[in-house]
């Protein structure tokens, strides 16, 4: 029923995992001394912008925002600022959220805030690219049985992947294990990082083999 959208999902989701390979790739090619642990943010910064600059242009190209009913220059701009609005938002919400599960509140305040662009980067920006700058859209979505088409199935994957990700990379930090690895902020990007790209095929996937058994309310 849904196999040309589930076949453009995976799709899209291909070239945004590559454009993280590539993020990954190309600094270490062009910058001496790039690595993902010794330029921790440098890696962090490079995928979070490759991320959102191709998952912005996917998605336009794919039309999956839905339509407004004005086309207005003011109403775009006026879109545009609360899009970049609560994509701020977001980050200092992650911000607050990872001080109050543990990280420094004051020392090490631009790695925090670092990470909290990332998470925004893979969540947020998905649920402006699908459901543009809409709180109560994201409500539903995220609320049960809310999710009207398979896109807004996919939203609920890939950003639970992505968060719990996060959350799981956060358990080596306290060990003794003295790795490069568990230095404030690795392990959680990296955990997120991975929950993400775990979440980017996971998701056609569940929908591809239970799409007989999904239904949508109508919008």
Known sequence: MWDHEIRAMASTHAIIAASVFMATVIPAALVPGFSVYGTHLLWLYSVSGAVTAVSLAVFW???????????????????????CLYFFLS??????????????????ALETFSLAVLL????????????????????????????????DTCLQITVACT???????????????DRPWQVWPVSCSLGAM??????LVAAPAW?????????????
């Not at 980050?91 to 509140?105: E, I």
């Not at 649920?127 to 398979?150: D, E, K, T, Y």
């Open 61 to 83: 190209l794919l039309g999956i925002t839905p339509p407004t009913k004005k086309h207005t220059v003011g109403f775009k701009l006026s879109r545009l600022f609360r899009s």
């Open 91 to 108: 980050c200092l919400f992650f911000h607050t959220v990872v001080v109050l599960y543990g990280a420094p509140l004051i020392e090490s």
């Open 207 to 219: 929908i591809h083999y239970h799409r007989k058994h999904l239904t949508y309310k109508c919008k």
């Open 163 to 177: 968060v719990v990700g996060a959350w799981v990379g956060a358990f080596p930090i306290p060990l003794d294990w």
């Open 194 to 199: 991975i929950g993400f790209l775990t979440g």
């Open 120 to 151: 925004t980067s893979l969540t947020t920006l998905r649920c402006l690219c699908v459901l543009g700058p809409n709180v109560q859209a994201w409500i539903r979505v995220f609320s049960r049985h809310g999710a009207m088409s398979v896109w």
